[in-house]
């Protein structure tokens, strides 16, 4: 077990790794972020000392080296436009995000987990055609056209909620709705197909022969069960939600990480956009390995086929 | 014992005092005590991100964005208020350049403080000066001597050489901010990052509040030198522009910037809503690489056919619902000695005549059209025009980055037959257009036009100490560019702005009065109808 976890912890310091260095490339291969923090009558001495006081007229591998030995004492560099620590950025709005993520994790369940069930239960009925729509709706229904059409109809039509911005629970309600409405989708085919697998599986055909309601069947046999891989992938897209919200938090003006990397990038901000990439992907890199780890110690066969 | 008697006439002059102490402490009390009068809030729903150096006048990046939030929260010795450029007394009361331009003198008014009390000092000003490192700090650098604190409210700026251009340089918001004066102890004691999240100026709002990227809250400062009509001001970053009409469509925000061309109809048709066109960037094109003789674009009847294929009025009626302006000069006439010139005329058959002269009867095909981004749509119309006398482009769309690092790549970055239509807006000089935009080795134009004879007389005008020697040169330079179609003005665009229902107003240009700066302002006199 005790190799398993070294060769797990292993494999994410190297993802990272490759990480860090894949979005150090990606960032300086989009233009130069001068061009963007100057006037447009500037001289080339305004671009050189722009250039010099953040350390761009250095090699690029000789600012590798900086930003990864900064990363690793915890410190993900300044932001340009913000001339803050990057770390405290991401903490700032990190609890915006969390929020949100929170509460759209929760619609997706609330509207993916019943619907998929139904749909499965019911399977081919009228029922399940409705919630096939849904699912295909859900994935095809753009994030910020259903950000905006909320907008519309709750905030200026009949002005139940606040249009944008953070505060109290109404400006979750709509950014929550927009972003958790997809991943209900998905959650929705994920739970259908799980149990419609369960569901045909012996257990279940030999629980019926035993005259059980259809009720407790489904509620308590197979409904357990095929709820794992549900919430695995809930567990995924929730950081997924929180890091990577971009179009629903920048309809929204919702202040979260997702709208901080928009920011990033629109600016050419480059510590900003490495540091919010590096801790999205610390956080994935870091629960992958959390869930690896447990699946490991639920089932030994995974540690040693791995 | 005698009992006093009622003496009539004294009760009547004690009267009389007592009320001419009132009628003249009401006169006089809102302009000593801004913050005391100011009622109601405001808020702004901004366009972008919030930038924290956008702050800090020390490290103004020369843009106009920054006007925005120095107008509120900071104050400058001279400004760009209404219609005057760079000369508008603010902080100081009194200023004069010396006729021989080696020295300029500033007089603060009497008793202007920063908002945490302190006075403004001439030692601010110095160090607000010789501290500077934004934009065009190494001109200020180089061509100030020493600075002279002359006594507890003047002080002098003595130059090495004449320096004509010194008042337009630091008086004008949106081009440096050596001019802006910040608290020389305060600066010193918490340096100039932690200045940015929590900056103290002498401007008409003091900061209460900052959410970096997302909002600035902030409260009239009471002994602002001007009265101060509201009493929170709070700005908020709402990148989305539906986001920002559904903001003021239900009262969330009193004015909001950028109104996009498909939402212009829809905000000018809400009740109690004003839209606040105002002219902006100017849009003109440029032929990269015209002097090599193997380009079309090397025969000035080809540039003028081209001219001549633009449909300017279309292109603003359809890309800013007739607001913005088609121009004849491609420098905005809201700078130092810009001159006016006739809107050049459409005509496709003269335009295909001179194409045919040139030896181009079939017309030729360009290999890139690139416009500036985000505006693909108006080279897309541009393409259609051109199209229409036989010179056929294609678009090339460019990420905002990488267009502005191409441009500094010069032409080596636009090989073959390229056209770029370029969108730009330069405050105070018309030099800093030519020196940016047209001159060899310039931050956008680098060697892709190189015009030497007029390099020349821009040198010379460079040199030159005679204010109407330059104006004269100055007016030969543009006539030159013109008329030789070297750059071809289109239009001027309009950052198209809305106001709401609450705010006090005759016309929009109450709110935003100046063609100096897009946004609006003066913030201390915006009025909300309810307080």
Not at chain 1, 41 to 63: K, N, T
Not at chain 1, 217 to 239: C, Q
Not at chain 2, 57 to 83: C, M, V
Request: aromatic share 12%; charged share 20%.
């Amino acid at each position: 077990m005790s190799q398993f976890i070294i060769r797990r912890v292993l494999y994410s310091v190297v993802t990272l790794f490759i990480l860090s260095g894949t979005i150090f490339l990606i960032v300086r291969l989009t233009g130069d972020p001068v061009a963007l923090m100057t006037e447009a009558s500037a001289r080339p001495e305004d671009l050189e000392r722009i250039r010099h006081q953040w350390g761009l007229d250095r090699s690029w591998p000789v600012q590798y080296v900086t930003f990864m030995q900064n990363a690793l004492q915890g410190e993900l560099g300044k932001s340009f436009n913000y001339r803050l620590p990057v770390s405290e950025l991401y903490f700032q709005r990190l609890p915006n995000s969390l929020t949100l993520g929170l509460a759209a994790t929760l619609i997706s369940l609330l509207i993916g987990i019943p619907a998929g069930i139904i749909s499965a239960v019911k399977v081919n009925s009228a029922w399940d055609n409705v919630a096939k729509g849904i699912a295909l709706l859900g994935l095809s229904i753009p994030g910020f056209w259903l950000g905006l059409v909320l907008i519309l109809i709750f905030s200026v039509w009949l002005r139940w909620l606040p249009t944008s911005g953070s505060g109290d629970w109404r400006h979750v309600v709509m950014p929550a709705l927009a972003l958790g409405w997809y991943f209900a989708a998905s959650m929705l085919r994920l739970t259908r197909s799980s149990m419609l697998e369960v569901l045909g599986s012996e257990y279940i055909k030999l629980a019926r022969l035993k005259g059980l309601p259809d009720f407790v069947v489904v509620a308590m046999h197979a409904f357990k069960n095929a709820l794992i891989p549900v919430f695995t992938l809930a567990g995924v897209n929730m950081v997924v939600m929180v890091n990577a919200a971009v179009i629903i938090e920048v309809i929204f003006a919702w202040p979260g990480i997702g709208r901080l990397l928009y920011e990033g990038i629109f600016q050419r901000d480059f510590p900003l956009v490495q540091g919010v990439v590096v801790m999205a992907g610390f956080m994935i890199v870091g629960i992958n390995l959390v869930v690896d780890v447990l699946y490991a110690f639920i089932d030994p066969r995974i540690r040693l086929t791995r | 014992m005698k009992r006093p008697r009622f003496q009539a006439h004294i009760v009547f002059k004690l009267t009389t005092l007592g009320l001419f102490l009132l009628v003249a402490a009401a006169t006089v009390l809102p302009f000593s005590s801004a913050g005391a009068a100011a009622k109601g809030k405001l808020t702004l729903a901004w366009h972008a991100g919030f930038a924290s150096r956008w702050l800090d006048p020390q490290e103004h990046d020369g843009t106009a964005t920054p006007d925005n939030f120095f107008t509120a929260i900071h104050d400058a010795l001279i400004k760009n208020q209404g219609t005057q450029l760079y000369d508008h007394l603010a902080l100081a009361e009194h200023f004069a350049v010396a006729a021989d331009a080696k020295s300029a003198t500033f007089t603060l008014r009497k008793g202007v403080k920063f908002h945490n009390g302190d006075p403004v000092t001439p030692q601010d000003v110095k160090f607000s000066y010789e501290n500077y490192r934004g934009a065009k700090a190494d001109v200020f650098k180089k061509k100030t001597e020493r600075v002279d604190i002359v006594d507890d409210r003047t002080i002098k700026f003595v130059f090495k050489e004449p320096f004509l251009d010194f008042a337009i340089l630091f008086g004008t918001a949106n081009v440096a901010g050596p001019g802006w004066v910040v608290p020389e102890k305060y600066y010193k004691q918490v340096g100039g990052d932690a200045f940015k999240q929590k900056p103290i100026g002498a401007g008409p709002f003091k900061l209460v509040r900052q959410e970096p990227g997302v909002k600035v809250e902030m409260e009239a400062f009471d002994a602002y030198y001007r009265p101060v009509s509201v009493k929170q001001l709070v700005m908020v970053s709402v990148p989305e522009a539906a986001t920002r009409v559904a903001m003021l469509e239900r009262g969330e925000a009193d004015i909001v910037y950028n109104v996009p061309g498909e939402l212009i109809n829809k905000v000018g048709k809400l009740p109690g809503v004003t839209l606040a066109p105002v002219l902006s960037g100017s849009f003109f094109i440029e032929f990269p690489g015209f002097q090599d003789p193997k380009n079309p674009f090397h025969d000035k009847r080809v540039r003028e056919a081209v001219s001549l294929a633009v449909d300017r009025r279309g292109m603003n009626q359809a890309e800013t619902a007739g607001m913005g302006k088609p121009t004849g000069n491609w420098i905005n006439n809201d700078v130092q000695y810009a001159i006016e010139w006739p809107e050049f005329p459409r005509n496709v058959e003269k335009a295909k005549q001179l194409l045919k002269e040139a030896g181009y009867p079939n017309g030729f095909d360009v290999d890139w059209v690139t416009p500036l981004p985000t505006f693909y749509s108006r080279g897309e119309r541009l393409i259609a025009q051109l199209r229409e006398v036989g010179i056929r482009g294609r678009l090339q769309t460019m990420e905002r980055g990488i267009f502005l690092q191409r441009l500094q790549g010069g032409i080596k970055e636009f090989p073959g037959t390229q056209i770029i239509l370029h969108g730009v807006r330069i405050a105070g000089s018309w030099s800093f257009w030519y020196e940016g935009y047209f001159k060899c080795g310039g931050f956008s134009s680098r060697d892709r036009i190189c015009v030497k004879d007029l390099d020349g007389k821009f040198d010379q005008y460079e040199r030159s100490i005679n204010p109407a020697e330059r104006k004269k040169l100055a007016e030969e330079i543009q006539r030159g560019i013109l008329e030789n179609y070297y750059l071809v003005p289109v239009f001027r665009h309009a950052f198209v702005n809305a106001i709401g229902p609450r705010v006090a107003l005759q016309k929009w240009q109450d709110i935003f009065p100046t063609i100096t700066t897009g946004y609006a302002y003066p913030w201390e006199d915006i009025k909300v109808k309810d307080q």
